[in-house]
Structure formats: structure tokens, C-alpha cells
């Protein structure tokens, strides 16, 4: 038997958001079944799944995205913490939600403008034009997305003249600039070469003593690397959700074991 | 896990791993009889054959181990898959120490019977020892082949039950030690037999549990019966 020490109890882990009893619709079609979550405060949470799950449309519930399409329904709660919000609730812009969370898409999306304004962006629509203020949250995020190095001599030349892995670091300063509480990753490293994945893997493992990461991947092995925690999707059903060594070495659900170990057809 | 991977090769890959742990453990099976059979029999041939085939048995150790590496490198299996390439490649070491205690028999085997000092109270208690051990061995890989972990567990009692004998045999030769000190250098061989023959009981209680770490997910190594059982059970 192992001595190692056990690993804490979940339920006394802080948690920074809860899916609860979650349902979405794409007009007629459900494509999230009472998904029940939890995101743990300042941990890294994989979201994994074949194509179709809703592993991604979960994702994109917490920043409300679904809301610019006619026809989408949300049904049940996000509880965001600390101040235990529902970020699904009429009551809630989704604006200010936005303002909370960050998201990075699968293929770096730099604005047509220069790196330092792409960083500055979200700072400049809050109001922020105080040049001394967006010199250190630029440089602040740029660091924290281990690219400062890279380009402080070059802020002000085009972001699209950056390499491929480093327009997503950029992407990743430009998220972290605005102090999301939450940052949403959906598969971030997918257009990436196995060199700019691995940074942006480094930087997953630096950010999470700063910031909540929920990051939905396709890559097995990378959910393996970054994530303390896993969940398993399967036709918009959460099948199993655990801390990541156990997912990944001994899955309670034989349907969880069949797709990590290539056995889903 | 009896349904397929997506990837056909991968499961050829596997079967084909599993199956030359198969291989290897009626090899070591087959050593181990010869041996015993060479102590029975004072036939210096078979003794031979032993430590010719060991060679075979040492091969197939680093062969399985390196399929372990580039399985592991080719692939990155995950749960499951993962526990029986990692279990496979402990279960080798058993299965090659298992090997060596054989050859030890048998290499030991001439001198104990030429020397007319190995009774045949000892020799009788020794070869039933051996044919409870051999079948634990035979059991062991049959619950591997079958993922059985009543049968794993069962190998596990009765290689504590081997070692109960092998201690009543081991007092009777510091007995006989102590009573007959001009024998002691043929006393210490037969005494490193008996040893050797509870060491591959030893072996086979690993491999047992090998298979329940591949199955269950459960690292049972030095545990109790009961604690094994209970383990097992619950999951």
C-alpha cells in the first residue's frame, strides 16, 4: 500500500465557480445535460471529451458567448465566488461577466495593431489611458505570460510579426492584463508546434498560483500534464470528474477508460 | 478491458507483449520442474539443460522490458493500458529471478546427491514443496492471462502457506546441522535449496500481485492477506 499522503478531500478545496444543474440548448438541441462542477479556486480544470461532447459549449458558457446567438438557452446556474453570483442570471450583464473572465481561443487572434496596444486593449476599453498605469500592467502581463523577454525592445511593432506560440503568449498577456478571475482556455495549444506548447504549458503551471484555469483540450496528454483536475464529457453528460492522477491512472468509469486509453469508438 | 483500441496496431502491439509473458513464465515453469526433477533424479543432464535454457529465460527479460520502453515511448498508454506495461515490466523480473532460483537448484543438485547425505525424508518433503510452488507459478501467469484476481489472490495465500513449510524443513536441517557438523558444507546446500524453492514462492506472490496493481489499480505489495483481500473486494 502507498504512503503517500492522501490527496485533500474536495469538497474542503476552495471552489471559484460551480456549474449547478446546468442545461444548454442550441435552439431545439441540448447539448449540456445537468452538468453539476465544480471549478476549484486557483487550480487547473480539464475539460476532456470526444468532438460533440459539449466540452467546449461549457466553456463558453462562462463568459456568456452563447448569448450573441438567437435561439440559445441556458437552464440552472454558474455560481461565481466570491461573491456567489449566478453568472447565467437575467440580472447579470454579460458585459460585466466578461470583465471577470478571460478567454484564449485555439488559434492566436492578435488585434491589427501593435503588440503593446494589443496587451492594452482590454485596460483602454475600461476607461484606463494613464501611461504610466498601462506601461506596468503591460509589462506585468507580458511577463506573466513569459514573453516579456522576447519583446520588450519590439512593444511597439506589429503583433502579427510574432511566431505563431508567441502571438498566443501575447493573446495570454492580453487575457491576464485585464486581472481575469478566471481564465478560459479552449484548446489553446492546437495550432501550436510541440516547442510553443510546451511554454504555454510552463505558463499554465505558473499562472495557477495567480488565476483559476479551465481549459477544455483534445490532447490527452496535455490535460495529463497541466490539470489537477479532470472531467470526462460524453454527449453533453459529465461522466466523470476527478482529480487528474486518478482520471488518468485509475478511472472509475469504464466509459472514461475507453476514450483516455484510445479504446472509443 | 476486453474491448478493442481504435488503433489496431496498438492492440497487436499489446496482445503480443502480453503474450511473451506467457511465454516467459511457462519457460520458468518448465526451468523450475527440470531442476526439481534433476534433485529427484541425480541426472546431471537435466541440471545441465537448466543452466543452458537460463541464457533464454535472461533474454527474454531484456526483450519484454525494451517492448515495455517503446511501447511506453510509441504510444503513452494511459490508465489500464499503462498499469500492464508497467506491471509487465516488474512481472519480468520476477518471472527472471524465478529463473535463477531454478538454475541454483540445479546447479546445486549433483553435489547434494552424490554426497549421499540428503535423506529421503527431505527429498520427499522437498519435491511436494516444490510441486505447491510450481503450480503457484502456473497459477500466477494463468491469472495473468485471464486477469483473474481470485486466482491472484489464492497464488498469494499459498505462497504464505509454502513458506510455512519451508520454515519446518529449514529447523530439521539446523537440527541436523548442529547434530552432524562434519556434513555442514552439504547441510548449507540443501538448506539453500529449500531457501531458493521459498523464494520462487516468493516470486509467484509477486507476480499475483503485479496483476492485481495491472487490474484493480491497487499496489498491494507488503501487504496483509487480509488487507489484500480487502482492498480488492471494495474497488
Not at chain 2, 55 to 80: F, M, S, T, W, Y
Request: charged letters at 25%.
Amino acid at each position: 500500500m502507498s504512503n503517500k499522503s492522501p490527496k485533500p478531500d474536495l469538497a474542503s478545496l476552495p471552489i471559484k465557480a460551480e456549474a449547478r444543474a446546468l442545461n444548454f440548448f442550441y435552439g431545439q438541441y441540448q447539448a449540456l445535460k445537468n452538468i453539476n462542477l465544480p471549478i476549484h479556486d486557483r487550480r487547473v480544470t480539464a475539460l476532456i471529451g470526444p468532438s460533440g461532447c459539449g466540452k467546449s459549449t461549457f466553456l463558453r458558457c462562462f463568459n456568456r458567448m452563447h448569448d450573441l446567438y438567437r435561439g440559445n438557452r441556458y437552464e440552472g446556474e454558474i455560481r461565481f465566488h466570491p461573491d456567489d453570483i449566478n453568472l447565467l442570471g437575467a440580472d447579470i450583464d454579460p458585459i460585466e461577466v466578461r470583465m471577470r473572465l478571460s478567454m484564449v481561443f485555439q488559434k492566436p487572434n492578435p488585434f491589427p495593431k501593435s503588440i503593446y496596444e494589443n496587451v492594452a486593449y482590454g485596460l483602454r476599453v475600461r476607461g484606463e489611458n494613464k501611461r504610466s498605469v498601462l506601461d506596468a500592467k503591460v509589462e506585468e502581463a507580458l511577463t506573466n505570460a513569459a514573453l516579456w523577454n522576447e519583446v520588450k525592445d519590439r512593444l511597439h511593432e506589429q503583433a502579427n510579426n510574432l511566431s505563431g506560440g508567441q502571438q498566443q503568449r501575447m493573446c495570454i498577456a492580453r487575457a491576464l492584463a485585464s486581472d481575469p478571475e478566471l481564465l478560459l482556455f479552449d484548446e489553446p495549444t492546437s495550432a501550436l508546434d510541440p516547442i510553443a506548447t510546451a511554454s504555454i504549458e510552463d505558463l499554465i503551471h505558473q499562472l495557477k498560483d495567480k488565476v483559476t484555469i479551465l481549459i477544455v483540450t483534445h490532447n490527452m496528454q496535455q490535460a495529463a500534464r497541466v490539470s489537477d483536475f479532470t472531467a470526462y464529457m460524453y454527449l453533453g453528460d459529465l461522466i466523470e470528474f476527478g482529480w487528474t492522477d486518478d482520471v488518468f491512472f485509475s478511472p472509475k468509469h469504464k466509459q472514461t477508460e475507453d476514450y483516455i486509453t484510445g479504446r472509443f469508438g | 478491458m476486453s474491448n478493442e483500441h481504435i488503433s489496431s496496431q496498438f492492440n497487436i502491439e499489446l496482445a503480443a507483449l502480453r503474450a511473451r509473458v506467457v511465454e516467459m513464465g511457462a519457460m520458468v515453469s518448465d526451468q523450475f520442474r527440470l531442476a526439481v526433477d534433476a534433485l529427484a533424479s541425480g541426472r546431471a543432464e537435466l541440471a545441465d539443460q537448466v543452466v543452458q535454457n537460463d541464457k533464454r529465460v535472461n533474454d527474454l527479460e531484456v526483450d519484454i522490458d525494451d517492448d515495455c520502453a517503446h511501447l511506453i515511448a510509441k504510444r503513452q498508454p494511459a490508465a489500464g493500458d499503462l498499469r500492464m506495461v508497467l506491471g509487465i515490466s516488474k512481472m519480468v523480473t520476477d518471472l527472471e529471478r524465478t529463473g535463477d532460483k531454478a538454475r541454483k537448484i540445479a546447479r546445486l543438485s549433483g553435489a547434494i546427491r552424490s554426497s549421499g547425505v540428503a535423506d529421503s525424508d527431505w527429498l520427499s518433503s522437498t519435491r511436494r514443496i516444490a510441486d505447491v510452488t510450481r503450480k503457484l507459478i502456473d497459477e500466477a501467469v494463468q491469472a495473468f492471462a485471464a486477469s483473474d484476481i481470485e486466482l491472484a489472490i489464492a497464488v498469494i495465500r499459498g505462497s504464505r502457506g509454502v513458506g510455512r513449510q519451508v520454515n519446518a524443513v529449514s529447523a530439521g536441517l539446523v537440527k541436523r546441522i548442529g547434530d552432524t557438523p562434519s556434513q555442514v558444507a552439504v547441510l548449507l546446500d540443501m538448506m539453500a535449496v529449500t531457501k531458493a524453492i521459498d523464494r520462487v514462492a516468493d516470486h509467484a506472490s509477486n507476480l499475483a500481485e503485479h496483476l492485481i496493481y495491472i487490474v484493480k489499480g491497487t499496489d498491494v505489495r507488503h501487504a496483509t492477506l487480509d488487507q489484500i483481500e480487502r482492498e480488492t473486494l471494495q474497488r
